[in-house]
């Protein structure tokens, strides 16, 4: 490579070794690290300027902004997996003890186009028969994805100090927000339950990241897909995780098209999407 790779990689035991250099680089491939905390602050610095060369990013803001033209392609390696269920708080004095009962509801989380909305949203519809147009969804901070266009059920309030307003009772349910307040309780009792039957209804067993690529860069090496790949399935087995979760291989697929979907009943009428999971990842 002319130059040494810009990435950007949260540290979670399946990534230290590359981090660390316990498992080497491609070879031929310098790579400079480069750290961002939180690791969602460099999603907009990667789709807006294109400041890294491969960058951890939110797998929603990702299709969002491969749709709206950004030059990156998906490696099909998946940093984050997680069952959104836990994140949903609501006010105990509320009456919400099911899902069914946030007809109506406002419910505050930090942007709209992050990852777990969607998911918790496609839940919520899908899992359980919530009627998404009757939810109203605050939100206070940037949006995930560059030029995101609103739906008609976002409410945008700039700055708002939604865990606050949670607290004081302005919002009866919040998503993301992490509220320690004994007036504030977890949607779902059960969480393994909950999980298990979305994964029983539906197959997904949720990808929250992927890896995104500038397109200039692997059109400079062509092998380099196939290299980072490799170098993310020696990573976990060096940590000992199951290398099945690389790949468009079925189980991942079968997820990513139905986060494709979910996006695109969520917000498509005002954001262009790829057409299908292949426009928007690499085929290794």
């Given at each position: 490579?002319?130059?040494?790779?810009?990435?950007?990689?949260?540290?979670?035991?399946?990534?230290?070794?590359?981090?660390?250099?316990?498992?080497?680089?491609?070879?031929?491939?310098?790579?400079?690290?480069?750290?961002?905390?939180?690791?969602?602050?460099a999603?907009?610095?990667?789709?807006?300027?294109?400041?890294?060369?491969?960058?951890?990013?939110?797998?929603?803001?990702?299709?969002?902004?491969?749709?709206?033209?950004?030059p990156?392609?998906?490696?099909?390696?998946f940093?984050?997996?997680?069952?959104?269920?836990?994140?949903?708080?609501?006010?105990?004095?509320?009456g919400?003890?099911?899902?069914?009962d946030?007809?109506?509801?406002?419910?505050?989380?930090?942007a709209?186009?992050?990852t777990?909305?969607?998911?918790?949203?496609g839940?919520?519809?899908?899992q359980?028969?919530?009627?998404?147009?009757?939810?109203?969804?605050?939100?206070?901070?940037?949006?995930?994805?560059?030029?995101?266009?609103?739906?008609a059920?976002?409410?945008?309030?700039?700055?708002?100090?939604l865990?606050?307003q949670?607290?004081?009772?302005a919002?009866?349910?919040?998503?993301?927000l992490?509220?320690?307040?004994?007036?504030v309780?977890?949607l779902?009792?059960?969480?393994?339950?909950?999980e298990?039957?979305?994964?029983?209804?539906?197959?997904?067993?949720?990808?929250?990241?992927?890896?995104?690529?500038?397109?200039?860069?692997l059109?400079?090496?062509?092998?380099?897909?196939?290299?980072?790949?490799d170098?993310?399935?020696r990573s976990?087995?060096?940590?000992?995780?199951?290398?099945s979760e690389?790949?468009?291989?079925?189980?991942?697929?079968?997820?990513?098209?139905?986060?494709?979907?979910?996006?695109?009943?969520?917000?498509?009428?005002?954001?262009?999407?790829?057409?299908t999971?292949?426009d928007?990842?690499?085929?290794?």
């Amino acid at each position: 490579m002319p130059r040494p790779l810009r990435v950007v990689l949260e540290r979670r035991p399946h990534t230290a070794a590359m981090i660390d250099g316990l498992v080497p680089a491609p070879a031929g491939v310098e790579v400079e690290w480069v750290e961002v905390a939180p690791i969602n602050t460099a999603f907009r610095r990667m789709t807006d300027d294109l400041e890294f060369d491969v960058c951890e990013i939110a797998a929603g803001a990702f299709l969002l902004a491969v749709g709206g033209g950004v030059p990156i392609v998906g490696l099909p390696v998946f940093p984050l997996r997680r069952y959104p269920h836990h994140g949903l708080q609501v006010r105990r004095d509320s009456g919400i003890r099911t899902p069914a009962d946030l007809a109506g509801a406002r419910i505050g989380t930090k942007a709209f186009s992050q990852t777990t909305g969607f998911w918790i949203r496609g839940i919520l519809n899908r899992q359980y028969g919530v009627d998404l147009d009757g939810l109203t969804w605050v939100v206070s901070a940037q949006e995930h994805a560059p030029g995101f266009r609103f739906p008609a059920t976002a409410e945008p309030v700039p700055g708002a100090d939604l865990p606050q307003q949670l607290r004081d009772g302005a919002l009866v349910a919040g998503l993301g927000l992490a509220v320690k307040d004994d007036a504030v309780g977890p949607l779902f009792a059960d969480l393994t339950a909950a999980e298990r039957s979305w994964f029983d209804l539906t197959g997904a067993e949720t990808i929250n990241h992927t890896i995104a690529v500038r397109q200039d860069v692997l059109a400079e090496r062509p092998t380099l897909a196939a290299e980072l790949s490799d170098w993310f399935v020696r990573s976990w087995k060096h940590a000992g995780s199951p290398v099945s979760e690389y790949g468009l291989v079925p189980a991942n697929r079968v997820t990513l098209e139905l986060l494709l979907d979910l996006v695109r009943e969520q917000c498509g009428a005002t954001n262009p999407l790829p057409a299908t999971i292949d426009d928007a990842f690499v085929t290794l």
